[in-house]
């Protein structure tokens, strides 16, 4: 093993401080808030079955899908570690009807950041013990600091991010994040706590050979996915692909990063947005997908300069090996 290998998440942040061009104690702040409350999200995790945490919570969330009690769990624990740092002046939440305020306490200055969270990614695959996420977002506001925050801080294009990342609560936990330098995997020692950097530069390859869409909802897609589908399963070259759905964004991102895949949730005749959410989902992941050498478009446009009119907006996703989403552009295009 190298000696890279030992390396924390801590020392790492201090190492590339010059990578961030705000100041890196503000983003370490940032950051070793979203460290802690991922490490308490998954011990909560891991002992679900015996914490009588599966299962539903009994209500909805603003976009009316039923809340897991993990995903309000999961919701709390970020927005009370991220609130309690100074420089965060605003969270949104994929749980939380409407974005929060943090109050500036009296290093107003700080109070610079948003923050935007989807607590836990594909909620869904925690009752049959499959891998769950985070993904996170961060913004510099746009409204003098100090002064409440307002919506308008929360809907900028995802061009203006200044860090993204996710954490996978996997067969092991690792957090990945890029503040717009390159993107770096690290992976938790659950028996000291500690985030190790085990994917220094991590790298989409530049086509691959999987793509990841939800296949059962074939019929109610538009013509150019079903095309494109089809092309995927035509024996020519190197296909066949290969077929990998887990159903967790996170999950089915971070493999595709690592062998090469494309993920997709297009529109479909019920939702013709799709289901994905830009603010929370596609912009962090998109972002990530650049930094990574990769791709990120709703099947015609780059995610990241996608203008966001509402906090819950969704969008078509087409995300991964960046060849791939370019094919599957040409696709789309074709099937106008
Ligand atoms: P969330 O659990 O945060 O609501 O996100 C679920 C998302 C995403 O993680 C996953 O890829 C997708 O929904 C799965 O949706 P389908 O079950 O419709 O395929
Ligand atoms: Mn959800
Ligand atoms: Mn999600
Ligand atoms: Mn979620």
Not at 99 to 115: D, G, M, P, Q
Not at 302 to 314: N, S, V, Y
């Given at each position: 093993m190298s000696?890279?290998?030992f390396q924390t998440l801590g020392?790492?942040?201090?190492?590339?401080?010059?990578?961030?061009k705000y100041s890196t104690g503000e983003l370490s702040r940032l950051?070793?808030?979203i460290r802690l409350a991922s490490k308490v999200v998954n011990r909560e995790v891991n002992k679900a079955g015996i914490a009588e945490i599966i299962g539903h919570a009994g209500n909805q969330n603003v976009q009316g899908e039923d809340q897991q009690k993990l995903d309000v769990l999961a919701n709390n624990l970020f927005i009370e570690a991220l609130s309690q740092r100074e420089v965060v002046c605003g969270i949104a939440s994929e749980e939380s009807d409407d974005?929060?305020?943090?109050?500036?306490?009296?290093?107003?200055?700080?109070?610079?950041?948003?923050?935007l969270i989807d607590p836990l990614d594909g909620s869904s695959n925690i009752d049959v013990n499959v891998s769950v996420g985070t993904i996170f977002s961060i913004y510099r506001r746009v409204t003098e600091p100090g002064t409440p925050v307002q919506l308008k801080d929360f809907l900028q294009k995802g061009v203006k991010q200044v860090a993204a990342g996710y954490v996978v609560y996997g067969s092991s936990t690792m957090i990945v994040y890029t503040t717009g330098n390159g993107v770096n995997g690290f992976t938790l020692d659950p028996s000291i706590g500690t985030y190790y950097l085990s994917h220094p530069n991590m790298k989409f390859p530049t086509t691959g050979k999987i793509y990841s869409i939800n296949e059962g909802n074939y019929i109610k897609f538009p013509q150019g996915v079903k095309d494109y589908i089809k092309y995927c399963q035509l024996e020519e070259g190197d296909r066949p692909y290969t077929s990998r759905y887990i159903g967790s964004l996170v999950s089915d991102f971070h493999r595709n990063m690592i062998k090469g895949g494309i993920y997709i949730y297009p529109s479909t005749s019920q939702s013709p947005k799709g289901k994905l959410r830009l603010l929370y989902e596609c912009n962090p992941m998109a972002l990530l997908a650049e930094q990574a050498g990769g791709k990120a478009s709703d099947?015609?446009?780059?995610?990241?300069?996608?203008?966001?009119?509402?906090?819950?907006?969704?969008?078509?996703?087409?995300?991964g090996s960046a060849a791939m989403v370019t094919k599957a552009e040409e696709f789309m295009a074709k099937a106008l």
């Open positions: 000696e890279q290998t020392e790492f942040i201090i190492d590339k401080q010059d990578d961030f950051l070793s808030a974005f929060i305020e943090i109050k500036a306490t009296s290093n107003a200055h700080l109070n610079k950041y948003v923050v099947g015609y446009r780059r995610i990241l300069e996608i203008e966001p009119t509402e906090l819950h907006q969704r969008v078509p996703f087409f995300c």
